[in-house]
C-alpha cells in the first residue's frame, strides 16, 4: 500500500500562485509515476502534470505547459506542483497520484491517490 496526502491547496486571485505537495508513505514504488490530476465540479478528472521518479522526466497537459512546475524531494519521497498565473479555470480538487506505468496521463493506470486538496481562483 502507497499512502498519498495533499496539501497546499487553498484560495487565490487570478493571476497568483500557489504550491501544493505531495506526501508519500508506505511501500512507495520508485518505479512509478508521481502525477497530479484535477477534476472540476461536472467534469472528469483530467490529467495536469507527472513526473518519472526514477528519470525525474516530466509531462504536462497543454493547459499545465508554462505555468505550473512538477518538482520532487527524492530524500522527503514528496512531489510538488508550483503553480503560477492561476486562472479561474484552474478551479478544482488537486489529486496526487502514483502509478502511470503504460500511460503517464491514464488516470486509469494510477492504482494510488490521495484525498485531494481544493484550490479556488476567484477573478
Known amino acids: 500500500q502507497v499512502q498519498l496526502v495533499e496539501s497546499g491547496g487553498g484560495l487565490v486571485q487570478a493571476g497568483g500562485s500557489l504550491r501544493l505537495s505531495c506526501a508519500a508513505s508506505?511501500?512507495?514504488?520508485?518505479?512509478?509515476?508521481k502525477g497530479w490530476f484535477r477534476q472540476a465540479p461536472g467534469k472528469e478528472r483530467e490529467f495536469v502534470a507527472a513526473?518519472?521518479?526514477?528519470?525525474?522526466?516530466?509531462y504536462y497537459a497543454d493547459s499545465a505547459k508554462g505555468r505550473f512546475t512538477i518538482s520532487r524531494d527524492y530524500a522527503k519521497v514528496t512531489v510538488s506542483l508550483q503553480m503560477t498565473n492561476l486562472k479561474p479555470e484552474d478551479t478544482a480538487v488537486y489529486y496526487c497520484?502514483?502509478?502511470?506505468?503504460?500511460?503517464?496521463?491514464?488516470?486509469?493506470?494510477?492504482?494510488?491517490w490521495g484525498q485531494g486538496t481544493q484550490v479556488t481562483v476567484s477573478s
Open positions: 513526473l518519472d521518479w526514477t528519470s525525474s522526466n516530466r
Open positions: 497520484a502514483s502509478g502511470g506505468i503504460g500511460g503517464v496521463s491514464d488516470a486509469g493506470r494510477y492504482a494510488y
Open positions: 508506505g511501500r512507495t514504488s520508485y518505479n512509478h509515476f
